[in-house]
């Protein structure tokens, strides 16, 4: 049974920072890309972050680009999404998602790409 569990999420203050994790199990992690999307009421899921199974290849979304930074440790089957200089704009439900890939530097941006859906971490910025 596969399982993403997303952590780290919270209330900051515009301008601040925060690590979300996300934790996956029952699946082998090295063979999907991993994503980060969020969303707010009444909005369609968005898409926020990609990285290859490698690691080698990362995609943002214009509105995080310069900062946020994703990573992952294929040992600890943990992807990370590290926001910076948050606004209050960034305030939705984070959603990380798996995406089974057979050509290892592929990245996807469509929710429909991806297979496995965690269940999500708040992230409320307050101005």
């Known amino acids: 049974q596969v399982q993403l569990v997303e952590s780290g999420g919270g209330l900051v203050q515009a301008g601040g920072s925060l690590r979300l994790s996300c934790s996956a199990s029952?699946?082998?992690?090295?063979?999907?890309?991993m994503g980060w999307f969020r969303q707010t009421p009444g909005k369609e899921r968005e898409f926020v972050a990609v990285i290859s199974r490698d690691a080698s290849r990362t995609l943002y979304a214009d509105s995080v680009k310069g900062r946020s930074t994703i990573s992952r440790d294929n040992a600890k089957n943990t992807v990370y999404l590290q926001m910076n200089s948050l606004k209050p704009e960034d305030t939705a439900v984070y959603y990380c998602?798996?995406?089974?890939?057979?050509?290892?530097?592929?990245?996807?941006?469509?929710?429909?790409?991806?297979?496995?859906w965690g269940q999500g971490t708040q992230v409320t910025v307050s101005s």
């Open positions: 998602a798996a995406d089974f890939t057979a050509i290892v530097f592929d990245l996807h941006q469509k929710d429909h790409e991806y297979d496995y």
């Open positions: 029952g699946l082998r992690f090295s063979l999907y890309a």
